[in-house]
């Protein structure tokens, strides 16, 4: 799995490509937490259009990123979320917590 | 009911055999012929079953973690099995949002996604022994499609 970072605005996107489970998470983790940590970005978008597959511990790695956004007062949104992804975080629910957009470009207008 | 096919598979406790894992088990049940969707639930399920195994089993320790898949004509039977630490209260465990690890940032959603993604999940356990969990799951869309006189 690897991870694409831009910044618009203050706005953090974060495009994911690949296979999110228990062994790739640790590394997105690091990867979006490093760069929260050395930018003035107040929001986060994850774009998981890119994403072949996805077990639970996707929801770690979402909400744990959710809970640190929070606390910079800043708004979270999740793009490109397919079915079988959805599913998943709906069990848990995050999707009550964080919009779900189609694209990175409605994410951003909308959150 | 006799499996028609059978593996086992034995691995190192590595988080990146989580990968491995959950394509073996997708390659093996393909040659019923599941479709997609039946098969990316296998692959979520063995996903979680094996990372159990890992994070709570071993607790990211060394140990080996076994794998057992048996095709039947319609379904597929798969047991994942760690000789670790063992769970004390597997009800406990298996409710949603549970986990003994929320310092991992463990969301506690593993056995619910087994149980949401395959038909039935056994949990066996026995403390400073090791774990099973056994999950099976019928795909209806190979039921019928392999009834035809076999040569």
């Known amino acids: 799995m690897n991870i694409k970072l831009s910044n618009r605005g203050n706005t953090l996107v974060a495009t994911l ?34 994403v072949t597959f996805m077990d639970s511990s996707g929801i770690g790695v979402v909400m744990g990123r959710y809970k640190n956004i929070q606390k ?7 793009a490109g979320v397919n079915d079988k992804i959805k599913r998943i975080f709906e069990m848990s629910g995050l999707m009550k917590l964080i919009s ?6 409605e994410a951003i207008n909308k959150m | 009911m006799n499996p028609i096919n059978e ?20 390659a093996f049940v393909s040659q019923i012929d599941p479709n997609i969707e039946e098969l990316a639930d296998v692959k979520t399920a063995v996903s979680e079953a ?33 000789e670790g630490k063992g769970i004390e209260d597997i009800e406990k465990a298996r409710e949603p949002m549970y ?30 022994k090791g774990t099973t969990v056994t999950m099976f799951k019928t795909f209806k869309s190979v039921r019928g499609k392999n009834d035809a006189p076999k040569q």
């Not at chain 2, 086992?8 to 997708?26: G, I, Y």
Request: net charge negative; proline share 1%.
């Open chain 1, 17 to 50: 490509n690949g296979e999110l489970d228990h062994h790739t998470a640790e590394y997105i983790r690091q990867k979006l937490d490093a760069e929260m940590l050395k930018s003035t970005t107040q929001n986060m978008v994850l774009d998981f259009s890119k």
């Open chain 1, 72 to 78: 910079l007062n800043g708004k979270m949104a999740l």
């Open chain 1, 100 to 105: 779900a957009y189609d694209s990175i470009d």
């Open chain 2, 7 to 26: 593996v086992k598979l034995e691995f190192v406790s590595k988080s990146c055999n989580e990968a491995f894992a959950r394509v073996v088990a997708a």
């Open chain 2, 50 to 82: 094996v990372t159990n195994a890992i994070i709570h089993g071993y607790e990211n320790e060394k140990g080996l973690v076994k794998m057992v898949c048996k095709l039947y004509e319609d379904a597929v039977e798969i047991s994942v099995s760690d």
């Open chain 2, 99 to 128: 986990t003994s690890r929320p310092d991992m940032e463990r969301s506690g959603m593993g056995f619910t996604v087994m149980e949401s993604f395959m038909d039935r999940v056994e949990v066996a356990s026995e403390v400073g």
